[in-house]
T-cell receptor, first 114, second 111 residues
Framework: DTAVSQTPKYLVTQMGNDKSIKCEQN?????MYWYKQDSKKFLKIMFS???????INETVPNRFSPKSPDKAHLNLHINSLELGDSAVYFC?????????????FGEGSWLTVV | QKEVEQNSGPLSVPEGAIASLNCTYS??????FFWYRQYSGKSPELIMF????GDKEDGRFTAQLNKASQYVSLLIRDSQPSDSATYLC???????????FGQGTRLTINP
């Protein structure tokens, strides 16, 4: 079983559309994340949730709205998509929010905005 | 100034040699240090973590940390073609888990 799974893996959509990426982890972890990796491979944190509570929000446009219905799920909804949103979005999880915990990544969702 | 810096490479190393990957960080309060490997089109996977000054060895991999110099490195002994990947250095601070990643070093092992 995949530990951190996210869907869809590939998404091509037009500018201005709204799309969602879903993420689920079966590791029993308390903390989940969304990371964005741009074309230069720079991986940057967007959001972090601990037990459904938002703990990190890294200067992300408010077109991006995470939702955590329970601690095993963290979905990402993006409104009014722009060309610059094209990237790979990685969901991840860790045991808890303590510094030093290993972060486990999902397989990524390749978003292309045309 | 970038928070975590790595040489983007590419770094080419002959098979069987030692590959040395370096990383510097700006936050003196950083507590935890990780090396992730990312194959093209795949997700990052953890190779090693280190918290204390000195060396930590795991098989062919050795992580070295020098907090005074704000420097962390990864050595790969007996390099194999399967080690060809991008290696991401990640640094964590206190409190809420917020890993800051470097841009990665692309390593190529030449047979």
């Amino acid at each position: 079983d995949t530990a951190v799974s996210q869907t869809p893996k590939y998404l091509v959509t037009q500018m201005g559309n709204d799309k969602s990426i879903k993420c689920e982890q079966n590791l029993g972890h308390d903390t989940m994340y969304w990371y964005k990796q741009d074309s230069k491979k720079f991986l940057k944190i967007m959001f972090s949730y601990n037990n459904k509570e938002l703990i990190i929000n890294e200067t992300v446009p408010n077109r991006f709205s995470p939702k955590s219905p329970d601690k095993a799920h963290l979905n990402l909804h993006i409104n009014s998509l722009e060309l610059g949103d094209s990237a790979v979005y990685f969901c991840a999880s860790s045991q808890d929010q303590g510094a030093g915990n290993t972060i486990y990544f999902g397989e990524g969702s390749w978003l292309t905005v045309v | 100034q970038k928070e975590v810096e790595q040489n983007s490479g590419p770094l080419s190393v002959p098979e069987g040699a030692i590959a040395s990957l370096n990383c510097t960080y700006s936050d003196r309060g950083s507590q935890s240090f990780f090396w992730y490997r990312q194959y093209s089109g795949k997700s990052p996977e953890l190779i090693m973590f280190i918290y204390s000054n000195g060396d930590k060895e795991d098989g062919r991999f050795t992580a070295q940390l020098n907090k005074a110099s704000q420097y962390v490195s990864l050595l790969i002994r007996d390099s194999q073609p399967s080690d060809s990947a991008t290696y991401l250095c990640a640094v964590g601070g206190q409190g809420a888990q917020k890993l800051v990643f470097g841009q990665g070093t692309r390593l190529t092992i030449n047979p």
